[in-house]
């Protein structure tokens, strides 16, 4: 190995595969720049245990335009039932120059495994620390899905595209390549990819709290005309979500919601104002939640209509 290509978690998923090619085809395109010889996946390059035909096919046809030799790790994770039991298991039989692997080890100089460190900002359910690993050069570490830096040798990689709202604040997603590997000029490039598609959480709510912007990715409004204009400003290859806080506000907002449903690649939302609710009916004793939700829409005056999409909430 002399240049290596590093990455981490794509989530391969059928409804984004047109992000997924367009990212696919930006690592061919660094492949190429910095003449990579050895490909490493970090895990999680699929979105489930059984991906479907057009998932496969994304990743198998990602690997040929690579034609190098490629290390796949295979944890226990999105793809895999165990490190011995995966559909990435099929890519090594196919290709001689496909290795999979449940973890990866270069001696002393490289480690790379698909885990979250008890050190990470997002430690949850971590047994592992960095201490395990002090004999490594470089630790680099997939499951993370925002990068992150640990010292004195550890990186948590990140993914390759926004896949959870909880990465809206990052601010770019990122691959790494080492050159000269092994030699005295050896260095590191973490490079910020340019073709994944942006994500923005947004809130609404009335409760005044100050309307402001945060880092370009996330915004609470006040407003439902405050909110539009942000909106507005977003490039439609976006992934939005909108964090309603209260009740009147997304009713006012659901009229509207299909325009900018099709304007975006992806809108979800995310009724936070049922919490208050449930709060005020788990009140009435020896009532269950469902029928106390029921007779306070009742009581409310509720519309059928609304009604429906609320109650779907419950099942």
């Known amino acids: 190995m002399k240049n290596i290509l590093i990455t981490s978690d794509h989530h391969i998923k059928e409804s984004e595969l047109e992000e997924c090619n367009l990212i696919h085809d930006e690592l061919i395109t660094i492949k190429e720049q910095y003449n990579i010889d050895t490909y490493i996946n970090a895990g999680d390059s699929f979105d489930r245990i059984n991906p479907s035909p057009k998932e496969v096919d994304c990743f198998s046809t990602f690997l040929t335009k690579l034609n190098i030799p490629s290390i796949i790790i295979a944890a226990k994770s999105h793809e895999s039932i165990s490190a011995n039991e995966s559909?990435?298991?099929h890519?090594?039989?196919?290709?001689?120059?496909?290795?999979?692997?449940?973890?990866?080890?270069?001696?002393?100089?490289?480690?790379?495994?698909?885990?979250?460190l008890k050190e990470s900002k997002?430690?949850?359910?971590?047994?592992?620390?960095?201490?395990?690993?002090?004999?490594?050069?470089?630790?680099?570490?997939g499951h993370q899905h925002s990068y992150e830096l640990i010292k004195p040798n550890c990186c948590q990689l990140g993914s390759t595209r926004y896949i959870n709202f909880d990465e809206s604040n990052?601010?770019?997603?990122?691959?790494?390549?080492?050159?000269?590997?092994?030699?005295?000029?050896?260095?590191c490039h973490f490079l910020d990819l340019k073709t994944p598609y942006p994500m923005a959480s947004v809130v609404l709510d009335k409760s005044g709290a100050k309307t402001r912007d945060l880092k370009g990715k996330q915004g609470i409004f006040e407003s439902i005309s405050d909110l539009k204009t942000y909106?507005?400003?977003?490039?439609?290859?976006?992934?939005v979500r909108i964090v309603f806080k209260d009740y009147e506000l997304w009713r006012a907002f659901l009229p509207i919601f299909k325009e900018y449903e099709s304007k975006f690649i992806l809108l979800k939302e995310q009724k936070?104002?049922?919490?208050?609710?449930i709060n005020q009916v788990q009140n009435q004793k020896n009532i269950p939640i469902l029928e106390s939700l029921k007779n306070w829409m009742q009581k409310n005056k509720v519309e059928e209509t609304i009604q429906n999409i609320l109650l779907k909430e419950f099942v």
């Not at 002090?134 to 570490?141: A, D, E, G, H, T």
């Not at 909106?231 to 992934?239: G, I």
Request: proline share 2%.
């Open 87 to 89: 559909i990435l298991n």
């Open 91 to 116: 890519f090594g039989i196919l290709n001689k120059f496909i290795q999979i692997l449940p973890e990866y080890k270069d001696e002393n100089h490289l480690y790379i495994g698909h885990f979250i």
């Open 122 to 141: 997002l430690n949850y359910g971590a047994t592992k620390s960095k201490k395990a690993f002090s004999k490594f050069r470089y630790v680099i570490l």
């Open 170 to 187: 990052d601010k770019s997603k990122k691959i790494l390549v080492i050159t000269d590997y092994n030699e005295e000029s050896e260095k």
């Open 231 to 239: 909106l507005n400003t977003l490039n439609p290859k976006t992934k």
């Open 272 to 277: 936070e104002f049922m919490k208050q609710i």
